[in-house]
């Protein structure tokens, strides 16, 4: 029996950086990934703000990760000054998600905390309810751009944060021949964080609208589907496991009515 996706023409609008196991696992599906990244990840550099807090590791109680993306770019800051992501170990270190908890075992460091839901709200939720936040310091290293939720519930109960941005989420440059892909006909348009879905928009502008709604369009979770349909774009899959997996699975198992 084919597989459910086998000869479906699939659309990744990740970075390319992030792209290879994603495409790894359609092709070994029999399908055909077609990559149109619609975001890039930049490091902020020159960074003064992450060069103070490495400094004073020793003084928090916690160092929070809320993507993969934040965990390489402090990783390759610490090597490029001769320091081992070791130092993190300093501290307690807490991981939005399993992808982002896999990259710093990959970089030798402890996770002591990782949420059930893979969303700032139930990380926020599963620090409360490691101990009280009171006092606690607590370093966050993220995005250029991000929801207040993380933050403002740490303050709320009575923790103080420092909110360090290590990279920006930039306008991807699809090739041509990602266009005249995306142009030809597609299956399925998977977005993977809010940002893919916005700059999808940016990128094609109206003609966004039918390209989509020719599709069946797939959201790696909540907050990206809240996203696309803030943007006027249906969403048919919302997986129910916040990762590349999981997204994969859905799109394995969706039953159209």
């Known amino acids: 029996m084919p597989h459910p996706l086998a000869g479906k023409r699939i659309v990744i609008t990740r970075a390319d950086a992030q792209a290879d196991g994603f495409v790894a696992a359609l092709h070994a599906c029999g399908a055909s990934p ?19 807090v ?28 001769d320091l081992s992501p070791a130092l993190l170990n300093q501290v307690k270190v807490a991981a939005i998600g399993s ?26 939720d599963a620090l409360l309810a490691s101990g009280s936040l009171a006092g606690q310091c607590c370093l966050l290293l993220r995005a250029e751009t991000v929801r207040p939720t993380l933050v403002d519930q740490l303050i709320a109960h009575g ?6 941005p290590v990279y920006q989420t930039q306008l991807g440059q699809p ?26 928009v940016q ?13 069946l369009v797939a959201c790696i979770g909540p907050i990206t589907a809240q996203a696309a349909r803030s943007l006027g774009l249906r969403v048919d899959v919302i997986a129910s496991t916040y990762t590349i ?3 994969l699975q859905a799109l394995e198992e969706f039953q159209p009515l």
């Open 34 to 52: 077609i990559l149109f990244p619609t975001i890039q990840i930049v490091p902020i550099t020159p960074n003064p703000a992450l060069e103070k």
């Open 159 to 164: 923790a103080q944060v420092e909110s360090v």
């Open 245 to 247: 997996a999981g997204l």
């Open 54 to 81: 490495i400094r004073k590791l020793g003084q928090f109680d916690w160092v929070v990760f809320t993507s993969a993306n934040g965990v390489r770019i402090v990783c390759d800051h610490l090597a490029s000054h």
């Open 99 to 124: 992808a982002t908890a896999q990259v710093l075992a990959e970089n030798r460091v402890q996770v002591a905390l990782v949420p059930a839901d893979y969303v700032a709200e139930s990380l926020a």
């Open 175 to 200: 090739s041509p021949s990602a266009y005249a892909e995306l142009r030809s006909g597609v299956d399925m348009l998977t977005f993977t964080s809010a940002s893919t879905v916005h700059h999808f």
């Open 203 to 215: 990128l094609l502008g109206a003609e966004a609208y039918p390209l989509a709604n020719r599709a």
